[in-house]
């Protein structure tokens, strides 16, 4: 069974912690992207990537940065997290020229900052 | 500037009845149209597609309508079960470059017993 999967369901930390995320996807997909899911917005994309060291910002970069060093593993980083970004992170893969497919989600991570 | 936007933010609906869920789009560059249910603590999963050249597209119990000049498009759940109860987002993307996915607010459905 294809999976994407993101290290933590849960997480709690300080405001002004630097914060990763992980997420890695075993489908061998080139897309991979970070979307946060907040209640009455949908869900929002911050960053995403088409290949190995390549990213692009996306709707709500602000905060956040990302690394994708290899194909399977893309980390979004919070460089100085803050209470406004708390919130649901999903991760995302899809094959390039799929769309019609949809994109395979992770679980989410659901982040806490106090 | 929300390009998709789902005006109704829940829904509730009798099992065995039909389930509309209704969702706008500002973009006219929107080549294709998606829609995900989400449980809660689960990502979303993919339901169902369609492309803009078609105007319906069917998948057993789910069909969904696209109507391109009111940029207007729609998923009918018949009949409807109390397993469909989630929330459903619909989601555009355009044909070129990245074909990232735009999202609209969310519905939840509740099915009623």
């Known amino acids: 069974d294809v999976k994407v999967t993101q290290s933590s369901r849960y997480l709690v930390k300080r405001t002004g912690e630097k914060v990763f995320l992980e997420c890695v996807q075993d489908m061998d997909h080139e897309n991979m992207f970070w979307y946060r899911q907040d209640p009455g917005l949908g869900l929002r994309l911050i960053y995403f990537s088409y290949d190995v060291k390549m990213k692009e910002k996306g709707d709500i970069p602000e905060g956040y940065s990302v690394s994708r060093e290899k194909k399977e593993r893309f980390s979004l980083i919070l460089e100085s997290a803050s209470t406004n970004q708390t919130s649901m992170y999903l991760c995302a893969s899809s094959l390039v020229g799929q769309v019609l497919g949809g994109y395979t989600f992770g679980s989410g991570t659901r982040l806490t900052v106090v | ?113």
């Open chain 2, 1 to 113: 500037d929300q390009q998709v936007k789902q005006n109704s933010p829940s829904l509730s609906v009798q099992e065995g009845r039909i389930s509309i869920l209704n969702c706008d789009y500002t973009n006219s560059m929107f080549d294709y149209f998606l829609w995900y249910k989400k449980y809660p603590a689960e990502g979303p999963t993919f339901l169902i597609s369609i492309s803009s050249i078609k105007d319906k597209n069917e998948d057993g119990r789910f069909t969904v309508f696209l109507n391109k000049s009111a940029k207007h498009l729609s998923l009918h759940i018949v009949p409807s079960q109390p397993g469909d109860s989630a929330v459903y987002f619909c989601a555009a993307s355009e044909i070129q470059g990245a074909q990232k996915l735009v999202f609209g607010q969310g519905t939840r459905l509740t099915i009623n017993p």
